[in-house]
């Protein structure tokens, strides 16, 4: 890696050729930054001799800082730990706001753990760059240690002591008195005294400079009220009186410097006649020999009132510079000194100074340090008219240096009062604007705090508020002021560290006014500036930069910056790992500017953003260095990230060497890299799954082959019915880019292998190999079955199939897969895959089942037609039947698991108008079954199924040749066992059954005549031989009767007369096949007294014929039915019937008694009427005469009731004649029935004829 970025940039540029400006400007300032210091501007007054320019910038400054007393905290000797000091240094720098007693105003503080001397001679061009106190903080434990400790804080004192005001040395380890912890515990009485010294350290605050000989009570001690400043005394406050005080002092000794400087008249002094001061005598001489700027604590736990003693520090470092502002307010004309810029004394030296010209620079500049003084004491309205009157005076003479200061402290003063500081904010540190602020943090916030507290601010002008407004310019003419400062700041080349500090200001200024653009181009002037400053500075000031673009918004640029300050850490070729180091944490810090985050939750779903030529370069710079440092699992995290995001934005090439680096490092480490890396600045580097190599187009859980996948158990009277379903076609409670819960709606099976099938992509120009890959769950363990899949070069979608076995039941949860690819494992979860509409996979698992093979003794079927549940079917079987036929098959089930099958269950299933029909063909014993459970593991059932050629035997004008039907269904077999079967889940298979029922006989005609006997009929069948083969019929233990193919035979069947069973509800009823009104019930239950059976001898089969389907007429019926009257005859005495005709003689008189006996079931308002007939050829006939009443009518018939008629006939001719009796039942509603009693033929003879 190398810092020259020139070249760098002049690639990207012709890379990123129609991109923004902004990239351009880059590369100009690059150049700018890197190009070595050069000579000075035009503008600059040349200067023959070396210059006193201040040696360290700043970064941190803020207008603010103009109001502020700068106090330098230093670590001294060492004893003291830097744990200790950061404590003590953390609760000193809180207190940087204190408020005065008696005064309306407050004391801000600033402090510096080092600060230049050079920038300390500073101090009369800008008072705020003065130190005014100093705080050493060190332990001892013994005199001895004491005495080196306070050494070390006299030499610091003495580097400052030009500008110091007072100073503090904080000593631990030691009792309050000064003497040793162990002197206190041995003597007992010493202890008394120190408790009691401690008791009034802690009422004064400060303790007075008293030498040994000086002995008096502490009660005794003198107490003198403020009245103004004191730039002599040391500063106490009275906690039981609440008032500053102040105490006599003693001067030092000549090896002592005094902290203060010591003038010839002081506004406060001792008043005459008091006593000195003494106090309780001590053994210990360090008390004594050091005066009030010692403060003693026995440890860092016991230093409660630390912070105290510090507010009385400051609160003396106030009335001292209160005092200097008096002074200067009140000084003559003819006494006035000029004050100059280090870098200005020696061109005033040998000059005229009793000129007009330099009187006016005297007082100018005097005038401006005044201002300054104003703007510390807390008083910047009067500070503003210091400035501007300083700069009325300057002006003429034309001292453009000290005008610049002039409009810079006008500009500070400004923002004070119209920004003012609340004391709730004197907590916050008071570098606000310090390297060490989060990046990006906005000045905007605290910019409304403290313009909310505009009406409340403190600036030293409260007796007149409304000539604030007056007074202060106006916060959009701030930025006006800056810029005339800076103009004059830019003519002096000495002035170069002042012009980047005030650009800086107000940039800051800016920022907490919004106006980022403007505070940009103050930025930029910064960029411009050149100074000799060292490495280190350098860093700092690229950091600065970095920081406050990101405090605008300007986060490429604040990147740009900070990776400039990484390359500067590493721009010596004998850079060491610590600066590598440093370089790698400030590239880092740049990522978030180009678009660059480690963490998946924070990358957008959205297109990519960011410049991918600056990433892509950016990245590689981070892994060089991280393998400079020597971490490579950091080195590998990068280069995963990297190949992960950005391979779609590479070349071939770039993939192929991208890849190959992966590949090195991996092997240099055995680290899996699945953890999260934690860096030394604290950043937690957390892992990158490669999602995108392999790129996973779809994910999905493979259902178990549905004779595998577990079923509900239906039990016994369980109702199936899950209520209405609603369909609506709206979206509620879910957008269109939200994902599904993933929830599957089939269940697995435990101890059962599952499968997931993913469909991948490979976008790396060669083969990818993936050594490792498996499925990542929650919820219920697993067995993994992991693959290694090899993906071929640039291609897709490739299938990759991953198995596992669960090993118990519950809710398993399918969260992700992991991989193993060039070397890194990735765990990649499915909430990552935007491809993806679901963030898991949930599917329930059930206790294991059992698993049978299920075969059959028929001839499987080449082909089979597929209905709904056509999924279970695992075998199949076909056979062919003549209608009427019935064959048997034996049904085989095989245990082949480790489960026991408890529960086996057969059914057909087909459509529902067919389920009666197909539960005719098809039947087997439950029994049977029931009777072999349970089949072990590996155990063997068998039963029997039988299949009859169900057919309706009746053709309507069919055609032979295409008569057969085809009747397919599914057997299934649902079963079950073990901890399933208690969870009530089983499985099923199913058998496809396919037969084909020819014809064999077709009745064309039937009908129903009565037999000789009047309770019994005949039913007459005209039958056809439809099976192509010769075919014999018989019925009723009669003789065969063979008929030809295609011809039709009449055979009668006779009967017993019957009493139909009443009616079937309807579901009974619509389930049969070319079912009639309510015909088919009568001819099912005339079925079982017709046995009619067909032979075809040269197939050797046989059948019988079946009438289930004939549609009967209701004449028909009537003759078949019983009869509700019963008839008696009487011929001539003898009962009727006889077999045969009744022979009868001309003129023989015919008795005939006809007796009916009424059984219906109405019994009221009902009449009869009866009548008997006797007539020949079906016409009413002269032949005929009637002796007696052959029509009665009977009014009223009950049931049971005999009615009788008892008419006679006289025949006059030979011939065939019938008699008839009807009887015609009338209802109460006129509805008449007509029953006829069978005919009776008679046959008449002639007499002659007899006679021969």
């Known amino acids: 890696m190398t810092c ?68 330098l905290v230093k670590h001294t000797g060492q004893a003291l730990s830097q744990q200790k000091f950061r404590k003590v240094w953390d609760r000193t720098k809180k207190l940087n706001s204190v408020s005065i007693p008696g005064q309306n105003r407050n004391a801000w503080v600033r402090y510096k753990q080092h600060y230049p001397k050079e920038n300390n001679e500073w101090g009369d061009f800008q008072a705020h760059r003065k130190v005014l106190g100093l705080i050493s903080v060190g332990e001892c434990r013994t005199v001895e240690e004491f005495e080196d400790l306070f050494d070390h804080y006299k030499n610091v004192k003495e580097e400052y002591a030009s500008t110091l005001f007072n100073s503090r040395l904080i000593v631990f380890g030691m009792n309050r008195d000064g003497t040793p912890l162990e002197e206190e515990m041995d003597n007992p009485v010493l202890s008394l005294h120190s408790s009691q010294d401690k008791a009034d350290s802690e009422d004064s605050g400060v303790t007075s400079d008293i030498s040994p000989s000086d002995n008096v009570a502490m009660h005794e001690k003198p107490l003198l009220k403020e009245t103004k400043s004191d730039p002599y005394g040391s500063v106490s406050k009275s906690s039981s009186e609440g008032k500053i005080t102040f105490v006599g002092k003693k001067p030092l000794k000549k090896q002592e410097s005094s902290p203060v400087p010591v003038y010839q008249y002081s506004p406060i002094s001792t008043p005459p006649g008091t006593p000195p001061l003494q106090r309780p005598h001590s053994n210990s001489l360090t008390k004594d020999s050091t005066g009030a700027e010692v403060l003693f604590f026995p440890s860092i736990q016991d230093c409660s009132d630390l912070e105290e003693k510090l507010k009385e520090f400051i609160v003396s470092l106030f009335f001292v510079l209160e005092g200097k502002r008096l002074d200067r307010s009140f000084e003559r004309h003819d006494r006035i000194q000029l004050l100059c810029a280090p870098f200005e004394r020696k061109d005033y030296v040998g000059l005229d100074t009793d000129t007009k010209s330099f009187r006016k620079k005297c007082q100018g500049r005097l005038r401006k340090h005044l201002a300054d003084l104003c703007l510390q004491a807390g008083l910047p309205g009067e500070a503003i008219l210091h400035y501007e009157t300083a700069i009325d005076i300057l002006r003429p003479v034309n001292d453009a240096l000290w005008i610049g200061a002039c409009y810079e402290g006008l500009s500070s003063a400004a923002v004070v009062i119209n920004y003012p500081k609340s004391v709730a904010l004197s907590g916050l540190r008071r570098n606000y604007f310090s390297l060490s602020s989060k990046r990006g943090s906005s000045m905007l916030n605290e910019a409304k705090l ?29 930025m006006d002021k800056f810029r005339e400062a800076l103009g004059h700041y830019s003519k002096f080349k000495s002035a170069a560290v002042i012009e980047i500090e005030l650009s800086l200001k107000a940039c800051r200024v800016l920022t907490m006014q919004g106006k980022c653009l403007q505070a940009s181009t103050f930025l930029q002037n910064v960029i411009y500036i050149n100074c000799n400053i060292s490495e280190e500075d350098k860093i700092l000031r690229y950091c600065t930069l970095s920081e406050l673009y990101a405090d605008i918004g300007f986060h490429r640029k604040a990147a740009f910056f900070k990776r400039i300050a990484a390359m500067q850490c590493v721009s010596s070729p004998q850079a060491t790992q610590q600066n590598w180091s440093c370089c790698y944490s400030l590239l880092i810090q740049a990522l978030d500017g180009y678009n660059i985050s480690h963490n998946l939750i924070e990358r957008c779903n959205g ?375 208690q969870a009530s889940h089983c499985r099923q298979c199913a058998v496809n059954l396919s037969v084909d029922i020819c014809p064999s006989v077709i009745i064309q005609v039937w009908d129903a005549l009565p037999a000789e006997r009047c309770d019994h009929c005949y039913l007459i069948f005209d039958l056809l031989n439809a099976s192509g083969h010769d075919l014999s019929i018989q019925h ?130 009902r009449s009869a009427l009866l009548y008997i007939t006797c007539h020949q050829d079906d016409d009413d006939c002269d032949n005929v005469s009637v002796l007696g009443v052959n029509t009665a009518f009977f009014e009223t018939v009950k049931q049971g009731q005999s009615l009788l008629i008892n008419p006679a006939f006289l025949i006059h001719c030979g011939g065939i004649y019938t008699i008839d009796i009807k009887c015609v039942v009338i209802s109460s509603e006129e509805v008449e029935e007509t029953f006829h009693y069978h005919p009776v033929k008679l046959h008449v003879i002639e007499i002659a004829d007899s006679a021969f």
Not at 453 to 461: D, E, I, R, W
Not at 812 to 826: A, E, P, R
Not at 1085 to 1092: A, E, G, H, S
């Open 450 to 478: 403290r313009t909310g507290s505009l009406n409340n601010k403190t600036n030293g002008m409260e007796s007149a508020p409304e000539n604030l407004s007056r007074v202060a310019p106006d916060p959009t003419d701030i």
């Open 1036 to 1165: 009723s233990n009669q003789e065969s009767v063979f008929i030809l193919p295609g011809h039709t035979e009449r055979i009668a069947v006779e009967i017993e007369r019957c009493d139909f069973p009443s009616l079937p509800d309807m579901t009974y009823l619509r389930n049969r096949i070319k079912q009639s009104k309510n015909t088919n019930h009568y001819s099912t239950y005339l079925n079982q007294f017709v046995d009619i059976r067909w032979k075809i001898p040269s197939l050797k089969a046989s059948g019988k014929l079946s009438i289930d389907y004939i549609e009967w007429s209701e004449e028909q019926l009537r003759q078949i039915q019983i009869s509700p009257i019963e008839w008696e005859v009487k011929l001539n005495g003898s009962f009727f019937p006889q077999k045969g005709a009744l022979e009868w003689s001309v003129l023989d008189c015919l008795d005939v008694v006809a007796s009916v006996t009424v059984n219906t079931e109405e019994s009221c308002n």
């Open 607 to 981: 297109p990519h953003s960011g410049w991918p030529v600056l990433q892509s370069r950016v990245l590689n710079e981070l892994i060089f260095s991280a393998r400079r440092m020597g971490k490579i699992p950091i080195a590998i995290r990068h280069t995963t990230f990297m190949i992960h995001f950005l391979h779609q934005f590479m070349t071939l090439m770039e993939k192929r060497d991208i890849s190959q680096t992966l590949e090195q490092l991996t092997t240099q480490t055995d680290d899996g890299n699945c953890q999260s890396l934690a860096l030394d600045n604290g950043m937690i580097l957390p892992p990158v799954p490669l999602t995108t190599i392999p790129y996973v187009k779809s994910f999905k859980l493979i259902r178990m082959r549905p004779h595998l996948e577990p079923v509900k158990l239906k039990r016994y009277g369980e109702s199936t019915n899950s209520g209405p379903f609603i369909f609506t076609p709206l979206n509620l409670g879910m957008s269109r880019n939200d994902k599904d819960d993933g929830k599957m709606d089939f269940c697995l099976v435990a101890r059962d292998v599952c499968e997931v099938q993913l469909q991948v992509y490979n976008p790396l120009p060669d083969e990818l190999k993936v050594t490792q890959m498996g499925l990542i769950v929650e919820g219920v363990e697993l067995e993994p079955y992991p693959c290694n899949p090899s993906i071929p070069a640039e291609t897709g979608p490739y299938l990759v199939k991953l198995l596992c076995r669960p090993k118990s039941e519950g809710e398993l949860h399918i969260i992700g897969y992991f991989t193993k690819v060039m070397g890194v494992k990735s765990q990649c979860r499915l909430k990552d895959l935007d491809q993806l509409n679901f963030d898991k996979i949930k599917v329930s698992v059930v206790p294991p089942l059992p698993q049978i093979m299920l075969t059959t003794s028929l001839p499987k079927a080449d082909n089979f037609l597929s209905g709904d549940n056509s999924e279970y079917v695992v075998t199949s079987g076909t056979t062919v039947l003549y209608a009427g036929q019935s064959m048997e098959c034996l049904v085989t089930l095989q245990n082949t698991s480790l489960q026991p099958v408890e529960h086996v269950d057969a059914e057909v299933i087909c459509k529902i108008e067919e389920k009666d029909y197909l539960g005719q063909v098809f039947q087997w014993s439950m029994e049977n079954i029931q009777s072999q459970l349970p089949l072990q593991p590996n155990g063997i059932m068998c039963f029997t199924l039988c299949i009859n050629g169900v057919s309706d035997f009746l053709s309507d004008n069919v055609d032979l040749e295409t008569a057969d039907q085809c009747v397919e269904c599914l057997l299934r077999v649902e079963y079950s066992g073990g901890d399933g079967l």
């Open 4 to 71: 020259d970025f020139v070249s760098e940039y002049n690639l990207l540029k012709k890379s990123t050729a129609g991109y923004s400006n902004d990239c351009l400007y880059d590369v100009a300032v690059l150049k700018l930054l890197m190009a070595p210091v050069q000579s000075s501007n035009l503008g600059y007054m040349q200067q023959t001799d070396k210059p006193r320019t201040m040696s360290t910038i700043d970064y941190g400054q803020t207008a603010e800082d103009h109001q502020g007393l700068l106090v």
